[in-house]
């Protein structure tokens, strides 16, 4: 998949870490243009630790509540990046706001994965927001980070269909399969260098040809 050198990811992690587990697993392949060198959770408990470690990956916790505010937590995270020798960092399930310090210091080194069809649904609540509006195509996406909560040059999206009778929660599992083929593959591009910022979008060299349309409900 690559010629060069693996990238080395950190990947920032809060919760149960599927994810982040979809990243390892398709970095277990040497030939996958990234290897992850660290995962780090905010919160001590979070079940990301557990799987990263179980797969036999460095972890490391900075717990937010150890700092008297955003820049210092940023800082402590910062440095065990560093330490670990990253070189770009995957949000996984991150759910504490960076500061625009930390933002700019990873600049155009710093992706995210969020639940929805960016700039549709930024924030929150994302699946119940769409079911409330009728959507009928939803999904997800992953982009270079900036200052302001889910914006930034997108890299790539997954649309999946809105059914009949979908919840929230039957929505968000089907936004998270996608999900969890979206990363890997939105990693790969951008490790690669397939895809580069280009101010504030992401040129992608070598496409794929198109598929044809989602065209959701069919006739
Ligand atoms: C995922 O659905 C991810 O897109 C979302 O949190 C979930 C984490 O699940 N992220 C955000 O909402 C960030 N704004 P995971 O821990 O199983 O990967």
Request: charged share 20%; proline share 7%; with cysteine.
């Amino acid at each position: 998949m690559t010629a060069g050198p693996r990238r080395r990811v950190g990947v920032l992690v809060s919760g149960r870490g599927s994810n982040m587990a979809a990243l390892i697993e398709a970095a277990a392949d040497s030939s996958f243009p990234a290897e992850i060198a660290l995962v780090l959770s905010n919160r001590p408990g979070a079940g990301a630790l557990d799987r990263a470690a179980a797969a036999g990956l460095p972890t490391a916790v900075v717990d937010h509540k150890a700092y008297p505010d955003r820049e210092s937590f940023d800082r402590a995270v910062h440095a065990a990046l560093v330490a670990a020798n990253v070189k770009l960092v995957c949000l996984a399930g991150f759910m504490r706001l960076l500061t625009p310090w930390f933002v700019e210091t990873w600049r155009d080194r710093l992706i995210n994965i969020h639940p929805a069809l960016l700039p549709a649904y930024k924030g929150l609540h994302t699946h119940e927001r769409a079911l409330a509006d009728g959507v009928k195509l939803h999904g997800c996406t992953v982009h270079v980070v900036r200052a302001e909560m889910d914006v930034g040059p997108i890299i790539a999206q997954a649309a999946v269909p809105v059914v009949e009778g979908d919840d929230p929660d039957s929505l968000a599992a089907r936004v998270l399969k996608a999900e969890h083929a979206l990363y890997p593959a939105a990693l790969a591009l951008f490790a690669s260098g397939r895809a580069v910022v280009d101010g504030e979008r992401v040129r992608i060299s070598g496409e794929p040809a198109a598929p044809p349309a989602l065209v959701w409900p069919a006739a």
